[in-house]
């Protein structure tokens, strides 16, 4: 039992307040009762039967079935005790033993509150055949089977009443589960598709300046030796792929965002040039403002391109990077020249998936073009302005 749970157990200043009133009521009854010529005893076994009815409530609160059988005993009790002709569901103290079935219907298996829904509706049975048989001559015999069918709707209805606040309750729980674990698989997500991001990107970066190194270098075993290096990378990437494979995204997940700057284009443009990579960089129009998915978004798409260009084409390979901007949209281009050859690599990797959900998610959309003469993957993200509305219809007004 947890903490809360325990708290939860003692009674709240609203419970003590509900059984004192109650047991005063009760109380008032047996006064009535013992003027009406009841015998001592009799109110004496009454008023204990009462006040087991109101301790089966607390323990119910920890110990479900054993106040519920501590409220049974107390309700057969005053069922088989003999009264001038009152039932015991005139008793106020009476009232805590729906309260039982209540609590009990909401903390066991639902097939378990059956079984006390099934004693509930036996003690019933029970208290009214005992109320016909000490029917007296001059009472129509119907009374007990119309007292007996209310109170039957009445636990029946505690019954399915808790057990419909349980199963909401249930709902709710299982809603918030799934939001925890959706929320737990977009953010391995987002981890996998950064770590492709960078570090695939890098280890590309390091296997295309290493076969450029081999290519230029005069001393064979050299170039043996970097070749060999390179290989390795490749592998590396590949297995790479395969651990990365371990935190695949939920369909339609939304990735994690990182805070990356345009202003980092230049510098990882030149970190992938080579003598047999020759990556260029160009931006045209003045730059405006985007939205943090829309900034990550483009320096993604610019990664991906780069890598996607120096992994699959055979050197030598010529990439174009170039960000065309307009107030309402920038356009970022990746373009390669298809270099001598296509390399064979293998299956294909999740990096352009995961680019055109972050341009999705950013409001823009992605485009792969290919051809004999290279490949182009263009991205059109929108800038702050192109979401203004008034901005917008400015523009389109503009000459």
């Known amino acids: 039992m947890t903490a809360s749970q325990r708290r939860s157990a ?66 057969l009790v005053l069922v088989t005790m003999p009264q001038l002709g009152w039932s015991p569901s005139m008793l106020p103290s009476a009232v805590c033993f729906p309260l039982m079935l209540w609590r009990l219907t909401g903390l066991v298996p639902v097939r378990s509150s059956v079984v006390a829904l099934a004693v509930a509706a036996l003690g019933i049975v029970l208290t009214e055949l005992v ?74 970066v390091m296997v295309a300046r290493i076969e450029a190194a081999a290519v230029t270098t005069a001393d064979p075993a050299t170039r043996h030796e970097l070749g060999d290096i390179a290989e390795a990378g490749r592998d590396a990437h590949q297995g790479l792929r395969a651990m990365l494979a371990t935190l695949a995204p939920r369909a339609g997940s939304r990735p994690g965002e990182v805070p990356i700057s345009l202003d980092a284009l230049p510098d990882l443009v030149a970190s992938a040039a080579s003598p047999l990579y020759a990556v260029t960089f160009a931006e045209v129009g003045e730059r405006r403002p985007l939205s943090l998915s829309a900034e990550v978004a483009a320096v993604r798409t610019v990664q991906e391109g780069i890598t996607n260009a120096l992994r699959h084409l055979e050197p030598p390979v010529e990439v174009t990077v170039r960000l065309r901007w307009t107030p309402a949209e920038v356009m970022v281009e990746v373009r390669d020249d298809g270099g001598k050859a296509l390399r064979d690599i293998g299956g294909q990797g999740t990096g352009l998936i995961g680019i055109e959900e972050r341009v999705r998610t950013a409001g823009g959309t992605l485009s792969v073009d290919g051809g004999d003469d290279g490949w182009v993957l263009r991205a059109r993200l929108p800038t702050k302005e192109g979401h203004d509305p008034a901005a917008t219809e400015s523009l389109h007004r503009a000459p």
Do not use: C, K, N
Request: charged share 15%; net charge positive.
């Open 10 to 75: 003692w009674p709240t200043p609203v419970a003590v307040t509900a059984h004192l009133v109650v047991a005063l009521l009760t109380v008032i009854i047996l006064v009535g009762v013992r003027h009406l010529g009841a015998d001592l005893w009799q109110i004496f076994a009454s008023a204990g039967a009462a006040g087991l009815l109101h301790a089966g409530v607390v323990v119910a609160d920890r110990r479900p079935w054993a106040g519920y059988a501590i409220g049974a005993l107390a309700m």
């Open 131 to 204: 109320a016909w048989a000490r029917l007296p001559p001059d009472t129509p015999g119907w009374t007990p089977l119309v007292e007996g069918g209310l109170l039957m709707l009445v636990v029946g209805g505690v019954w399915l009443a808790a057990l419909l606040v349980r199963r909401r309750h249930e709902a709710r729980q299982r809603a918030e589960s799934e939001r925890l674990a959706a929320a737990v698989a977009d953010e391995r997500a987002g981890i996998r598709r950064d770590l492709h991001d960078v570090i695939a990107h890098t280890v590309t």
